[in-house]
C-alpha cells in the first residue's frame, strides 16, 4: 500500500496533457459518430484503437518508479491471462473493463494536485451540459451531424435489424412514459457527447458526487449545477437518487468501518439471488421492483462456470452490473477488484467520504447497468478517485465537526496514525 502513495507535491504529468486525456475519453466516441455520419466509416476496431490509446496514455503518465503500481498491474494481468487460459477464450474487452479504472486511478494519484480533477470536473461538465443544451433547441441540427443509432451499428453495439427506418437517436433517446424531471421538457431525454441518456444522467450524479464533498474548490457551485443539469436534460431518475442517497452516505461516512462498504456489494448481490430464487414473478415493468426483478433473475440465470468467470458463453447482461462483473472476471476477482479499492490509503477525512459516495454509486449503478466500465465516465471518475486519495486534504478552519473526523480504518476503529494526521 505504501507504494501507492504519490510523491511529492508537484511532481507528475503536464496538466495540460491530463486534461486533453480525460476531454479525449468524454468525447471521443461523439468524435467518432460525427466521422461515421459525416465523412467515413467507422468500425468496432477504431473504436477499440482509440481506447487503447487513452488508457495506454494514461498507464504511461500514471505508473511511477513505486513497486506498488506494478504489483497491482502485475496480479491482475496474469488472473486475467488464468482465466483466458481457463476457459479458453480470448476476451480483451474483460481486460479493459478492469484495466480503465487501474490506469485513470494512478493516472490521478500520480498527479497529486487536486485541482487538476476540479479543472476536469468543470471543463467536461460544461461540456455536456453545452452539448446537450444544443440537442435539445435544436435537435434537428443535432442529429444531422450525429447519427447516433447509425454509429452504434457501425461499431456492431446495435443489430441493424433492431433499428427503426425514422430512427436516428439512441433507444433510450425518447422516455415511452412521462417525463419524471420537468415534463414540460417532453419525452426527449438528451444524449449530449455521451450519444445515449443514460451516461448522461450517470455523468451528472458523478459530478454532484464531486462538488458535494470538495467545499473548498473553486467554481463548486457552477460543478454542481452542470452535474444536476445533465440529469435533468437526461432525466434520469437513477442519476436523482444517487444524489440524494450519496448525500446522506457522505455524512454517514465518518461512522461507517471499512468492511461495512466492504461487504456491501456483496450483500446486495445474495439479497439478489435469493429473490431471484424464490420470487414466483415471470414479467417484468419498467420502474425499480421491475428492475430488481430483472437484474435478479439475470444472476441466478448464470452457470456455475460463469460465476467464477470460466463461461466459454457472453450472453447479454447489460443490465447487470453484478451479473456481468462476475461472468467477465468471476467472483474471486471482483472480491479482489472491490477489496483494493476500499483498502487503497487515503490521505485525509475528505477522501473517505468522497470514496464512500462513489462506493454507494457504484453499488446502485451496478443493480441496473455495466455502464460503470464504459471509459466515457469512468475515466473522469477514477482519475477523481485517485487524485482524492492522494491529496493531503488538510481540514480549512471553518470546517464542520464531521468533516475532520479521521476516516475509520479496516475494522472501525481509528489508528494511531490517522488520528495523528487529521
Excluded at 250 to 270: D, E, G, H, K, N
Aim: aromatic share 12%.
Amino acid at each position: 500500500m505504501e507504494g501507492l502513495r504519490p510523491a511529492a507535491h508537484g511532481s507528475g504529468a503536464p496538466p495540460t496533457l491530463v486534461l486533453a486525456l480525460l476531454v479525449g475519453a468524454l468525447t471521443f466516441n461523439m468524435a467518432l459518430c460525427f466521422l461515421n455520419t459525416n465523412v467515413l466509416a467507422v468500425n468496432d476496431t477504431m473504436v477499440m484503437g482509440c481506447e487503447v490509446v487513452l488508457v495506454s496514455t494514461a498507464l504511461y503518465l500514471g505508473l511511477s518508479r513505486n513497486a506498488g503500481p506494478w504489483i497491482v498491474l502485475a496480479v491482475f494481468v496474469s488472473y486475467a491471462v488464468l482465466l483466458m487460459a481457463l476457459r479458453p477464450l480470448i476476451d480483451p474487452k474483460a481486460v479493459r473493463d478492469f484495466l480503465i479504472p487501474i490506469a485513470f486511478y494512478l493516472l490521478g494519484r500520480t498527479c497529486n494536485d487536486i485541482r487538476i480533477a476540479d479543472r476536469a470536473a468543470l471543463i467536461c461538465g460544461l461540456i455536456v451540459v453545452a452539448f446537450g443544451i444544443f440537442e435539445f433547441v435544436a435537435l434537428d441540427v443535432y442529429v444531422k451531424y450525429f447519427n447516433i443509432i447509425k454509429y452504434y451499428v457501425a461499431r456492431g453495439t446495435v443489430a441493424p435489424t433492431d433499428v427503426k427506418q425514422d430512427s436516428t437517436l439512441f433507444v433510450s433517446g425518447v422516455r415511452p412514459d412521462a417525463r419524471t424531471l420537468l415534463p414540460f421538457l417532453g419525452p426527449h431525454r438528451a444524449s449530449s457527447v455521451f450519444l445515449e441518456p443514460v451516461s448522461t444522467g450517470n455523468f451528472g450524479a458523478v459530478l454532484y458526487i464531486w462538488a458535494l464533498v470538495r467545499k473548498g474548490m473553486r467554481h463548486r457551485w457552477l460543478t454542481m449545477l452542470c452535474g444536476a443539469g445533465a440529469i435533468v436534460l437526461s432525466d434520469s431518475r437513477f442519476g436523482a437518487n444517487v444524489c440524494l442517497i450519496a448525500t446522506a452516505a457522505s455524512f454517514a461516512a465518518p461512522l461507517t468501518p471499512r468492511i461495512v462498504w466492504l461487504c456491501a456489494p456483496f450483500l446486495i448481490l445474495s439479497g439478489l439471488a435469493i429473490y431471484g430464487y424464490l420470487s414466483a414473478e415471470v414479467s417484468w415493468q419498467n420502474n425499480l421492483v421491475g428492475r430488481l426483478l430483472w437484474t435478479a433473475r439475470l444472476i441466478t440465470s448464470l452457470s456455475r462456470e460463469a460465476v467464477w468467470g470460466l463461461s466459454t458463453e457472453k450472453p447479454f447482461l447489460a443490465d447487470s452490473g453484478y451479473a456481468y462483473s462476475l461472468n467477465q472476471i468471476g467472483l474471486i476477482g471482483t472480491i479482489g477488484f472491490w477489496s483494493l479499492f476500499i483498502f487503497l490509503p487515503e490521505r485525509s477525512p475528505r477522501a473517505w467520504r468522497f470514496k464512500v459516495c462513489v462506493a454507494t454509486y457504484i453499488c446502485l449503478l451496478l443493480l441496473v447497468s455495466d455502464s460503470v466500465y464504459s471509459i466515457k465516465t469512468a475515466a473522469l471518475l477514477w482519475f477523481m478517485t485517485g487524485s482524492s486519495d492522494g491529496d493531503e486534504g488538510l481540514a480549512p478552519a471553518h470546517a464542520s465537526a464531521a468533516e475532520q473526523i479521521p476516516a475509520p480504518d479496516p475494522m472501525g476503529a481509528y489508528s494511531a496514525a490517522t488520528i495523528g494526521r487529521a
